[in-house]
């Protein structure tokens, strides 16, 4: 079965950071994108970063461009996400999500993130003011 397991999330006031992480089992990772998703409360999820995992390659949502940073350990299946000068209006429920597939900038430009294949269980960031 596959799985991805997410974890970092907590508490942190406005202008820290946190570290997401997401390890996969049960595919094949080389072969997948991994992104991120959030949903904030009454709010609909959206898109947060994906990383084709081939080669690193790397797409932001316009929010969170230049304050997160996604990356991966091949060796050990897992992607992070960095966060850093979080804001109020970063708060809400992370999950990661693969994607199979290789996607590219065209792809986010035009499409936007790629419907995950599986997904993983979220967890909570909370940033206060």
């Known amino acids: 079965d596959v799985q991805l397991q997410a974890s970092g999330g907590g508490k942190v006031q406005a202008g820290g950071s946190l570290r997401l992480s997401c390890t996969a089992s049960?595919?094949?990772?080389?072969?997948?994108?991994i992104c991120w998703f959030r949903q904030a409360p009454e709010k609909e999820r959206e898109g947060v970063s994906c990383?084709?995992?081939?080669?690193?390659?790397?797409y932001y949502e316009r929010p969170v461009k230049g304050r997160f940073t996604t990356s991966s350990d091949n060796a050990k299946n897992t992607v992070f996400l960095h966060m850093n000068s979080l804001r109020p209006e970063d708060s809400a429920v992370y999950y990661c999500?693969?994607?199979?597939?290789?996607?590219?900038?065209?792809?986010?430009?035009?499409?936007?993130?790629?419907?995950?294949?599986?997904w993983g269980k979220g967890t909570l960031v909370t940033v206060s003011s």
């Open positions: 999500a693969a994607a199979a597939g290789y996607f590219d900038r065209n792809f986010y430009l035009n499409v936007g993130p790629p419907r995950p294949d599986y």
């Open positions: 049960g595919l094949r990772f080389d072969d997948y994108a």
């Open positions: 990383i084709n995992v081939r080669d690193s390659s790397t």
